[in-house]
Structures are given as C-alpha cells and as structure tokens.
Nanobody, 117 residues
C-alpha cells in the first residue's frame, strides 16, 4: 500500500511560518521526486515546489517572490518538508504532498493551512 501522510498544517497569523511534513512509504520514497501542491477554495490545484532524490529543487514562479519557501527531504526518514515563512492570507489552501516517478504519481490526503489574524 502506497501512502503519503502530511502533517504540520494549521492556523497561522500573517507573517508567520509553518513547516509541513510528508512521510512516504519506504517502497516509493527512494528515487522518486517529491513535491508539494496546493489548492485554494474555488481554485485549481497548483504546483508549489519539488525535490529530486539528489536534492535538486524546483519552485513555482507564483510562489518564489511571495513568501520565503524551502523544500527539503530526509531520505533516511522518507520525509519531505516544506518550510514557509512570511505567510499571507492568500496562501490559505489545502497543501498536498506528491510523489512522482515516470508515469506514476501518488497524492497525500492534504493538510489545511489557514493564514488569518
């Protein structure tokens, strides 16, 4: 059974920070590109960031200049992280973890991030 389990979401004030975590089944983590997507109410799911097994990262242009963001992974723990700083209300969304290898793709159940005062 392939599983991606996210955690770390919650309510944060504007300007605050959150670190999301996604722990993957051992069978899919090694060699897979891990990523984060988000979906705000009434909008399509959009790419946020990704990281390869070797540590190469990619960030969506839409988020690069909006808040400080960093994706990282700990291969020993089968976990990928998304550190988000200087959050704004428009960053409110459900954040989904994604695992991709060639034509295979898996999703987590999502974790809610709400930025509000």
């Amino acid at each position: 059974q392939v599983q991606l389990v996210e955690s770390g979401g919650g309510l944060v004030q504007p300007g605050g920070s959150l670190r999301l975590s996604c722990t993957a089944s051992r069978s899919i983590f090694s060699g897979w590109t891990m990523g984060w997507y988000r979906q705000a109410p009434g909008k399509q799911r959009e790419f946020v960031a990704s990281i390869t097994t070797g540590g190469s990262t990619n960030y969506a242009d839409a988020v690069k200049g909006r808040f400080t963001i960093s994706i990282s992974r700990d291969n020993a723990k089968n976990t990928v992280y998304l550190q988000m700083n200087s959050l704004k209300p428009e960053d409110t969304a459900v954040y989904y973890c994604n695992a991709k290898l060639a034509n295979l793709m898996y999703w987590g159940q999502g974790t809610q991030v709400t930025v509000s005062s």
